[in-house]
């Protein structure tokens, strides 16, 4: 938590409002100030791509009634796959030069600002106050924007109904944790690659991990800070860029994207009116004939 | 107000005279065979069996779209196209009523109506996109998503298809013969005109900034801070050049009922639209660099992507634009014409650039709409011109109704 509040401060000094900190501060920065966020981190170091995961996954969520042993079938890895709809996480291999392949599993990042959900126009998409970001079905209309918007690529659409289309991405077993257990992943991953527990610790962790072992490690936390920061984290033996992670989407939490033009509708909306009520109030006083030539033939009709 | 009273025995009528252009049945169906009726009869036969496919078996069934290309066709023409080109509508209005440019008062009408039919089939073709389609209205009544541009262009579209019907009413209640009611809505013009400016501000420049969202996606050259302004002043280029390529049109086409007017004073009137656009098509220009330069993305301009950027900036805004000038400085309408459809043909460029062409760049493979996507784009917009014809026909758009004469 100390990392938190001392960036929390930092923020609050800079925008000098120390003494109205807590409410000036953003409704995520708030949140996280109050109630340990809880996270994940992926230690791909110790990943090696048994898909225990992707099978867990799949039951927890009722994705698919494969048996277990369908997961070894390694010729998946031939291609690299994304998240679909029946599939909340994958596992690809990235092979290398000269020494063993790098195992990475994929799954929605948990972000601590959503791009998914400043996206949503009926607010279908929500930061949990556990941490994850959760989807409620019953008010996604499909227009599909959430896609558009996740930096990293990760909802999915149910294409194929045509009633009841879903958008689908790991929930971090939101159910599960409210019933005080780990996601499904965590809880079977015989390496002890994914580690669960509040986002704090676990940067802290990662930190420790790669400061005792700089030389497994690069030293880079991926969602310590991407698009604002996630509570998904890795760490990693090999630059995140050669592991299909996006490396271009800079720190800012996505929302700050849009902030600005949302911002501009009201000055619009208040200048606006009366720029052309002037306009208007202005060109009336001068008179129709003034105003440009009357040219119609057949408005002799008029007044 | 003598056809509203129509009891059992006027209804016949009615009809005749509403509807059927005055012709019996018989004479009004043997004036449908027409080879243009022929070709759309064709069209509708072909999109609608797949309207039922999309709707019963799903937008896989028809489409190319996948997770990650959730927007194709339907968006980037059917919306954004749709919403930048249906522009005439307000650019029109606030001519005529609020600069009292009483010249555009016959361009109007129709800049409305095509104003409003072109909102209405963008929300005809959203709905193909959609995945729950029925659920349209949830952001206007069941859950506010406040934090999102997409709140923000459902509301104004959908508020602003009912200001244009507003303002289309008078040609309705003219062809109905409802005096009084006429009456009142032209009382609400100029109130509907500001209010559908400050709308269509709002929401031109909101489709842009939807992509604000996906700054890496969107290629570096088009992707910039700038993009609601950059598409609101575009519309704007877009509305006018469609005012003036309509009414080429409809010369064309409708010319019994322009026949009335002076093809000079129309060519004048021409000319003088397109000195307004060639402002704005030069702002945009010059809004095209200024955004490059903010962003300082001058190095992406010697790439492939970079010569395609220049074909759209150069070919499609500063060609245009050149014209409409020689078009003013010479007087000559056809020029006008030929700079119209050009600039209508580059901000589709650029829309379908934003969000198709360049749209995920950086992925090994392109989305190619499905050929049913594109037959449902060609059913939509046949079924726009239809409805346009069919109205334009009955009622006085294209010319004043001598009972109702230019009033202010
Ligand atoms: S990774 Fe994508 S889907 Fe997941 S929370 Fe972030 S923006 Fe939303
Ligand atoms: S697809 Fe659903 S969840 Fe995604 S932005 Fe649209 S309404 Fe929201």
Redesign the interface.
């Known amino acids: 938590m100390a990392v938190s509040r001392r960036g929390f401060l930092k923020a609050a000094c800079a925008t000098g409002v120390v003494g109205v900190g807590a409410t000036a501060a953003r409704p995520a920065e708030a949140a996280q100030v109050k109630r340990p966020w809880m996270g994940m981190l992926t230690d791909l170091s110790l990943c090696v791509g048994c898909r225990k995961c992707e099978y867990a996954c799949n039951k927890a969520n009722a994705l698919s009634d494969d048996a277990l042993e369908t997961y070894d079938d390694k010729s998946v890895f031939e291609q690299t796959r994304?998240?679909?709809?029946d599939r909340f996480t994958v596992v690809n291999r990235f092979d290398r030069e000269g020494q063993p392949p790098v195992f990475v599993k994929r799954q929605c990042m948990h972000c601590i600002e959503p791009?998914c959900?400043?996206?949503?126009?009926?607010?279908?998409f929500k930061k949990s106050d556990e941490g994850p970001v959760i989807y409620d079905e019953s008010?996604?209309?499909?227009?599909?924007?959430c896609?558009?918007?996740c930096?990293f690529?990760m909802?999915?659409?149910?294409?194929?109904?045509?009633?009841?289309?879903?958008v689908t991405k790991c929930s971090m077993c939101i159910e599960r944790l409210r019933d005080g257990e780990q996601p499904a992943c965590a809880c079977v991953c015989p390496e002890e690659a994914i580690t669960f527990g509040p986002r704090e610790e676990l940067l802290t962790l990662a930190h420790d991990k790669i400061r005792e072992h700089p030389d497994r490690y690069v030293d880079h936390v991926y969602g310590e800070t991407e698009a604002g920061g996630t509570n998904w984290m890795y760490i990693s033996p090999v630059p995140f860029g050669d592991l299909g992670f996006?490396t271009?989407?800079?720190t800012k939490p996505?929302?700050e994207?849009?902030k600005?033009?949302?911002s501009s509708?009201p000055l619009?909306?208040t200048l606006?009116?009366m720029l052309?009520?002037g306009?208007?109030a202005f060109?009336?006083a001068?008179g129709?004939e003034l105003?440009?030539?009357?040219?119609?033939?057949?408005?002799e009709?008029?007044? | 107000m003598s056809t509203t009273l129509h009891p059992d025995a006027s209804w016949s009528a009615w009809t005749r005279d509403k509807l059927l252009l005055g012709l019996p049945l018989r004479e009004y169906l043997r004036t449908l065979k027409t080879p243009f009726n022929a070709v759309a009869a064709l069209i509708l036969c072909v999109g609608l069996p797949i309207t039922w496919i999309r709707?019963?078996?799903?937008?896989?069934?028809t489409?190319n779209?996948?997770?990650?290309y959730?927007?194709g066709l339907w968006i980037g023409f059917d919306v954004l196209c749709g919403v930048a080109l249906a522009a005439g509508g307000f650019c029109m209005a606030?001519a005529v009523?609020?600069?009292?440019?009483?010249?555009y008062?016959?361009l109007m009408r129709p800049a409305i109506l095509t104003g409003f039919l072109g909102y209405f089939f963008v929300v005809v073709g959203l709905c193909f996109?959609?995945?729950?389609?029925w659920?349209?209205p949830?952001?206007m009544f069941?859950?506010?998503?406040?934090?999102?541009?997409?709140?923000?262009?459902?509301w104004h579209v959908a508020l602003y298809l009912t200001v244009q019907f507003l303002e289309f009413c008078p040609a309705i209640f003219e062809w109905l013969g409802w005096k009084r009611v006429r009456h009142w809505v032209l009382k609400l013009t100029?109130g509907a005109?500001?209010f559908g400016?400050?709308l269509s501000?709002?929401h031109q420049?909101?489709l842009g900034?939807?992509?604000?969202?996906?700054?890496?996606?969107v290629h570096p050259l088009w992707y910039s801070?700038f993009i609601?302004v950059l598409f609101f002043t575009s519309a704007i280029a877009a509305g006018l050049s469609m005012v003036i390529v309509e009414s080429m049109l409809s010369h064309r086409v409708f010319h019994r009922q322009v026949q009335?007017?002076?093809p000079q004073?129309v060519d004048?009137?021409m000319v003088g639209l397109s000195r307004s656009a060639a402002v704005v098509l030069f702002t945009y220009f010059c809004l095209k660099w200024i955004a490059l330069a903010h962003e300082d993305r001058w190095a992406w301009l010697f790439t492939s992507y970079g010569a395609w950027y220049l074909v759209e900036v150069i070919g499609f805004v500063l060609g245009p634009c050149i014209a409409y000038f020689v078009a003013a400085k010479v007087n000559s309408a056809r020029i006008a014409r030929v700079a119209a459809v050009w600039t209508v043909l580059g901000i589709v460029l650029n829309r379908l650039n934003v969000s198709i062409f360049t749209f995920n760049w950086q992925m090994p493979y392109r989305y190619v709409p499905s050929w049913m996507e594109f037959a449902v784009t060609i059913t939509i917009v046949t079924a726009g011109l239809l409805t346009f014809r069919f109205m334009v026909n009955r009622m006085p758009v294209l010319?004043?109704h001598?009972e109702y004469?230019?009033?202010?």
């Open positions: 994304r998240t679909d709809a791009a959900a400043s996206a949503c126009l009926v607010a279908a008010l996604c209309i499909g227009c599909r924007y896609m558009v918007a930096p690529g909802p999915a659409f149910e294409y194929s109904k045509p009633f009841t289309p879903r996006p271009d989407i800079g996505y929302p994207l849009t600005g033009f949302l509708v619009v909306l606006w009116p052309l009520m306009a208007y060109n009336n001068r129709p105003a440009g030539a009357p040219v119609n033939t057949h408005e009709g008029g007044q | 709707f019963t078996q799903g937008i896989a069934a489409t779209l996948n997770n990650d959730p927007w606030s009523h609020l600069f009292k440019l009483k010249q008062y016959t996109d959609l995945g729950r389609p659920r349209l949830y952001p069941v859950s506010y998503g406040v934090t999102s541009v997409m709140f923000l262009v459902g100029i005109t500001v400016v400050i501000t709002l420049s909101a900034a939807l992509f604000l969202l996906a700054p890496t996606k801070s609601p009335h007017e002076d004073q004048q009137v010319y004043v001598p004469p230019v009033e202010e």
